[in-house]
């Protein structure tokens, strides 16, 4: 069982990278709310499987970035910022902000997990940023304030909520749906509206 929920993970994680790879990397960017949130959570990210790495607890680094990867990077972040990758509805400096972004996660990603999987890192790695071995490089440090992660809970309900809606409904995810995201939530408004297709 554990076997096969790895081997599902690695589709995940390369199906992650395909999409990315569809994209080209910028080396700087105005980031906006969203970027600055989902990258508070990758330095949350570091500081735990550095941590777990430094004991030679294994577990906490597989852990923590299938977690994170699946169930943060995956189903809340890329899906609200698709439409601003592909500069539907976004400024060119907005766009930027989100392939920074994109890059800047599935690179950590590689890099922590590295240790424990390094094949598939491997191959990404040199596909996607550089012929040098990925084992050569060092590891990523936590570099983004991490102030912004007290909004993921809310930030994760409000999506659920929204999806959870539209399945009631047997509606489209991409159907419209009139909705008024929470003040807190403000600050993701417009990348919101746009994944949801909010009126």
């Known amino acids: 069982q ?54 030679f ?46 890059h800047t996660c599935l690179k950590t990603i590689l890099l922590l997990l590295a240790p424990i999987a390094p094949f598939i890192t491997e191959f990404i790695w040199k596909e996607l940023y550089s012929k040098e071995s990925i084992h050569l490089q060092k590891l990523p440090k936590p570099e983004w304030k991490k102030e912004m992660t007290k909004l993921t809970k809310s930030l994760i309900e409000f999506n659920s909520k929204i999806w959870e809606e539209k399945k009631k409904k047997g509606v489209s995810l991409k159907e419209a749906i009139k909705i008024e995201v929470p003040e807190e939530l403000k600050v993701f408004e417009k990348d919101l509206k746009a994944m949801h297709n909010i009126i």
């Open 57 to 102: 607890n294994f577990f906490i680094p597989s852990n923590k970035i299938r977690e994170f990867t699946w169930n943060i990077f995956a189903s809340h972040y890329i899906e609200m910022v698709k439409s601003r990758a592909y500069g539907k509805g976004f400024s060119k400096e907005e766009r930027e902000a989100a392939l920074f972004t994109l």
């Open 2 to 55: 554990r076997i096969f929920a790895n081997s599902k993970f690695l589709t995940k994680l390369w199906n992650i990278a395909r999409f990315i790879s569809t994209f080209p990397e910028t080396k700087k960017a105005k980031l906006t709310k969203t970027d600055e949130w989902i990258l508070a959570e990758l330095s949350n990210l570091v500081e735990e499987c550095l941590k777990g790495y430094e004991d």
